[in-house]
């Protein structure tokens, strides 16, 4: 690793770059902890509902489910193909992080042969990502048909627990 010129890149401080923390924290938790308080809002409507209409209540609480498992599946995609983007980056410039990046003051720039290896690992993280995505979205419409089945269904083998 060696200094390279700030010329290339976008410098900021490192004190800069803890308040950006800080702010993203402070904006990004509270909305986090609204859309739990909403899903739980929801989850106790869906059970007031399922008193009068059970169907009706069971359409609610898929519509949850797959909302949720929709953006865990989208946001997997939407970082492998971040990761993947920086990855090919990285080694089409032989340089981590690639010119033009973001990097905390005196950081020091990873090249040649180490950056590739990097590079190489951010795109392998990639394909795990899209793998991990497409399992998900396999394992969340089988337990979504299994719901759907009624209670005398089996687990999902990876729910099941140990077997007697």
Do not use: C
């Not at 739990?36 to 489910?65: D, G, K």
């Not at 180490?114 to 951010?122: F, K, T």
């Not at 993280?125 to 719901?147: C, F, P, R, S, T």
């Amino acid at each position: 690793m060696i200094e390279q010129p700030a010329e290339q890149y976008r410098v900021i401080k490192r004190r800069s770059a803890l308040i950006g923390v800080i702010v993203a924290a402070v904006v990004f938790i509270p909305g986090g902890l609204a859309v739990i308080r909403y899903t739980e809002n929801y989850l106790a409507l869906v059970e007031r509902v399922s008193r009068v209409a059970p169907e009706r209540a069971l359409e609610e609480a898929m519509f949850l489910f797959r909302w949720i498992m929709g953006s865990a599946i989208v946001m997997a995609f939407a970082s492998a193909a971040y990761l993947a983007w920086y990855g090919y980056r990285v080694i089409k410039t032989e340089r981590n992080p690639p010119p033009g990046s973001w990097i905390i003051e005196h950081q020091r720039i990873a090249t040649g042969r180490r950056a590739r290896r990097g590079g190489y690992a951010q795109l392998a993280a990639a394909v795990l990502l899209v793998v991990g995505g497409i399992g998900l979205g396999w394992a969340a419409g089988e337990l979504a048909d299994q719901l759907v089945e009624g209670a005398g269904a089996k687990p999902l083998w990876f729910l099941a627990g140990p077997t007697p």
